[in-house]
């Protein structure tokens, strides 16, 4: 899990310090469970998802805290446009919560996420997307520094990946945003915390507030304090060999922590946790879809780059272009139904054959209602045969960001990659950055079938 660590000059006046705090929501002025889902929406009762107010035991000493539990699949709770922030500045955000208590599971993925307009501010994964541990004690969250204006209200979120036809609940209490004043220089590492790295990959670090002027970053692999790269000038890169943190034909976890320092001698690090897998000949990208050339409007028409259409299942959809996540002049997937069914997929498969791969790992960008993606193999256009892999589920009004645990399954010689967006609900969905990454397949006795059905 991503740490932060922040670090100060002697020159005690330059520390940053919290202004003051708003009350997002401690849960204290709701007098029911109805008072609180007038503010915190929700699924609607899929597979008994809702939430209710608990009036005792919560966090710090307080009474009242949420729970939300469902009975399975996707699960959000949002309460949108719940506060506008009455100074612009910079702010974090923080907030107690448990992970699979009363008897329920704990929540995969479970995420938090903050917005403001169109910007997400905060995405913070408190959760795998696998094995995830049950937190059954109260637990401090607190997000690195963001920026917010006084125009736009914000709205918090938590929603989660879960699995089928089990109870899974969590614990919510104590949502503040604190204003830091004299913030220390931050720093943002791409890719980001648990992305799974192989080979030689180029690790970027984006800097921001601080002075607003900076000397250098440092890349320190394992966090022991030692400096394997130093970059001065913008932008501040590390082209990373990981064989030499994780030789070949092994895997695992490696810190990188990233320290930035401004013209102020005021410094900043964050420490992200990288699944390093350097078996059989290292990772490649066999699906790597920004879907800016996915213009047209009707299931064959102009399909993103790397995919030809593959299959639908359902009659009631409309597909075509949709704004980019980043608010830029690129494209993202948008599929609109006008009904909602289990029957409902788009597909789209890989060009070409992918060749003999194993431990298939799927990343992309959803926002809507019931967004998931599967992969699988097929040998042709038309039938498919498809595994239980199930590469996350978005069930959220903003754009957020879903990776799955990488899979033990393979690829054998001749069969393709393919993704496939499952609906559970009318209305428009969309998809962007789509990834899917893989090994070279070790010998044959090693891999895992594939669950073909």
């Known amino acids: 899990m991503k740490r932060i660590a ?200 984006l800097a921001s507030l601080g002075s607003g ?38 895997s695992g976890t490696v810190d990188l ?10 410094t900043g690090s964050v420490i992200e946790s990288y699944i390093i897998d350097n078996q059989y000949n290292g990772r490649q990208v066999l699906v790597d879809a920004n879907m800016n050339t996915f213009q047209g409007t009707g299931f064959g028409a102009n399909p993103p780059v790397g995919f030809v259409p593959f299959q639908v299942e359902s009659g009631n959809a409309a597909f075509g272009p949709g704004p980019d996540r980043n608010d830029v002049a690129d494209q993202a997937l948008k599929v609109t139904f006008t009904a909602g069914d289990f029957t409902n997929r788009y597909a789209l498969r890989s060009e070409g054959d992918q060749g003999a791969h194993y431990g298939l790992q799927n990343s992309f960008w959803g926002k809507g209602t019931s967004c998931r993606m599967y992969y699988f193999s097929s040998a042709d256009n038309v039938t498919y045969a498809t595994t239980s892999i199930d590469a996350g589920l978005v069930n959220n009004a903003n754009w957020t960001f879903v990776v799955d645990a990488p899979a033990t399954p393979g690829l054998t010689a001749n069969d393709y990659v393919s993704v496939a967006t499952h609906q559970f609900a009318a209305g428009d969905h969309f998809w962007d950055d789509v990834k899917v990454e893989a090994n070279m397949a070790p010998p044959a006795a090693e891999v895992e079938g594939w669950n073909l059905y």
């Open 257 to 266: 922590k990233i320290t930035l320092t401004d013209s102020a001698s005021m």
């Open 6 to 205: 922040l670090f100060c000059t002697v020159l005690s006046t330059l520390l940053a310090t919290p202004a003051f705090a708003l009350d997002v929501d401690t849960f204290e002025t709701y007098g029911d469970s109805n008072a609180l889902l007038t503010v915190w929406s929700g699924t609607g009762g899929f597979l008994n998802e809702s939430a209710e107010l608990v009036a005792a035991g919560g966090a710090s000493g307080t009474n009242n805290w949420m729970k939300v539990y469902d009975g399975g699949f996707s699960v959000f709770r949002s309460a949108p446009n719940i506060l506008t922030p009455t100074t612009a500045g910079n702010y974090k955000l923080s907030f107690y919560y448990k992970n699979g208590i009363d008897g329920g599971s704990p929540w995969i993925s479970l995420t938090a996420v903050l917005t403001q307009g169109s910007s997400n501010k905060v995405n913070a994964v408190l959760s795998p997307a696998s094995n995830p541990p049950v937190v059954s004690d109260w637990t401090l969250y607190e997000s690195p520094i963001f920026s917010l204006n006084n125009t736009e209200a914000i709205s918090v979120e938590f929603n989660g990946n879960n699995g089928s036809d089990v109870s899974y609940t969590i614990g919510v209490d104590q949502i503040i945003l604190t204003e830091i004043v004299n913030p220390p220089p931050v720093v943002v590492a791409s890719p980001d915390d648990r992305t799974l790295l192989s080979r030689t990959r180029t690790i970027t670090a």
């Open 213 to 250: 002027s900076y000397t250098n970053v440092t890349f320190d692999v394992g966090n022991n304090g030692s400096i394997e790269h130093t970059d001065a000038t913008a932008p501040y890169e590390f082209v990373w060999d990981t064989l030499t943190a994780m030789p070949q034909d092994t």
